[in-house]
């Protein structure tokens, strides 16, 4: 939902770290480059379903996964700058429990991703 100070960055409270959480910012070209993206990937997705169904040859259908992953990687690495520079700044900013709740959360998002 688009503030009167920002009318082009959609804002809410990220920082209460509770279930249904919203960025606190969304840049509008990086969404609609996203949800493009990920159109795209899905249509990938569905190739591959149909490279499976007429048994076509393991190892194009792998090259194919490969590029779907890619792909999502993508996706990923404009998604974690997003976060990084609205939702962890905001909450660093804001300092104590949330500064501590987002460093954890940062942390495992490294964890879990950089594998």
């Known amino acids: 939902m688009p503030t009167t100070s920002h009318p082009q960055v959609a804002e809410c409270g990220c920082a ?3 279930r ?3 960025a606190v910012a969304v840049d509008p070209d990086i969404k609609d480059r ?3 993206r990920l ?3 899905e249509g990938q997705v569905r190739g591959l379903q149909k490279m499976v169904d007429e048994e076509r040859y393991c190892a194009d259908i792998l090259t194919q996964i490969s590029s779907v992953h890619e792909a999502l990687r ?3 690495r404009e998604l974690l700058r997003n976060h990084l520079k609205h939702c962890a700044a ?3 900013r ?3 429990a949330q500064a501590d709740a987002m460093y954890d959360e940062l942390v495992e998002l490294v ?3 950089g594998r």
Request: proline share 0%; charged share 30%.
């Open 34 to 36: 996203t949800t493009k």
């Open 74 to 76: 993508g996706v990923a």
């Open 111 to 113: 964890y879990r991703h």
């Open 39 to 41: 159109r795209r990937i």
């Open 94 to 96: 804001a300092g104590d």
């Open 20 to 22: 249904g959480r919203k």
């Open 16 to 18: 209460t770290h509770t």
């Open 90 to 92: 905001t909450a660093i």
